[in-house]
């Protein structure tokens, strides 16, 4: 059996409570811990193009790790808790809200091909979207009185929720800016505390964000794996050296 000691006690791996497309989640002997477990797996179109990609879940993890600590340095209340490996990690236990937090600097992806307009403009205000999380469904776009109406989150949450990916916004652009790379656009994931309180969770790697060299325009996120244009580990790697030798 897996085993770790978090403060002095032994946290084990328990079952397996759900597969994702790029994390396994398994529940420990703490109902408020939950063992994450990152695969070499890459998908797009919301799982229907799926690759088994060598290398990638460490990849991952390392740069999950470092951009939750960095936002914990500065003060954003998030799920990470330790690093187990290379692949693994705790991480609190959280009732996730379904929706999925997308804030967008420049204009990319389907922001593009909905109003036609030029890639990379920039965005000013920035643009934050919502989406509900429903592979079934796609993730379609969800508005606020959507949100409120069906009972995902209460009106001061979604404030909540705009002001966090905001100021979140604001820290990783900097971040990023300091070692040469724009930050396009990305997706973040909450969570409720047991005591109700919301949370940053899930994961923060170019899975779930785009990222370009700033003086190459190069793309070192998933961008690689969606228009199949190479190994999308050279983009990861680039982007984890870099994060590693941020001061
Ligand atoms: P998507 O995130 O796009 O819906 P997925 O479900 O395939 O896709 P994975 O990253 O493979 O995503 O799976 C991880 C799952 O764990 C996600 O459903 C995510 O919402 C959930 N999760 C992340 N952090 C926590 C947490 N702290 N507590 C409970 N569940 C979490
Ligand atoms: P978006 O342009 O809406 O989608 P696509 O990637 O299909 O062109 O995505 C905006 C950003 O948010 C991008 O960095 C990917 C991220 N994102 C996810 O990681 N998962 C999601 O379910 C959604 C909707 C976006």
């Given at each position: 059996m897996n085993s770790v000691t978090y403060k002095n006690r032994t946290i084990e791996q328990g079952e397996l409570k759900y597969t994702g497309k790029a994390k396994e989640v398994y529940t420990t002997n703490d109902p408020d811990i939950l063992w994450i477990h990152y695969l070499d797996q890459a998908t797009a179109k919301n799982g229907k193009e799926k690759e088994q990609i060598d290398g990638k879940g460490q990849l991952n993890s390392a740069i999950s790790h470092l951009l939750f600590d960095y936002l914990t340095q500065q003060n954003i209340k998030n799920h990470y808790l330790l690093s187990i490996s290379k692949t693994d990690e705790l991480v609190q236990a959280l009732e996730i809200l379904p929706i999925e937090v997308v804030t967008r600097n420049y204009a990319s992806g389907h922001f593009v091909s909905k109003f036609?307009?030029?890639?990379?403009?920039?965005?000013t205000p920035i643009v934050q979207e919502f989406y509900y999380k429903s592979d079934a469904l796609d993730d379609p776009f969800i508005n606020d009185s959507q949100i409120l109406a069906l009972g995902y989150a209460v009106a001061d949450e979604l404030i909540y929720l705009r002001q966090e990916a905001q100021q979140i916004n604001q820290l990783l652009s900097h971040l990023f800016s300091t070692i040469n790379?724009?930050?396009?656009d990305f997706k973040l994931e909450f969570g409720r505390t047991a005591s109700g309180s919301i949370i940053l969770a899930d994961e923060l790697s170019p899975d779930n964000m785009r990222l370009v060299?700033?003086?190459?325009?190069?793309s070192l996120d998933k961008d690689i794996f969606r228009e199949h244009k190479g190994d999308m580990t050279v983009g990861y790697h680039e982007v984890l050296d870099r994060l590693s030798h941020v001061k």
């Open positions: 036609q307009v030029t890639p990379m403009k920039k965005l790379i724009q930050l396009i060299d700033l003086t190459t325009g190069d």
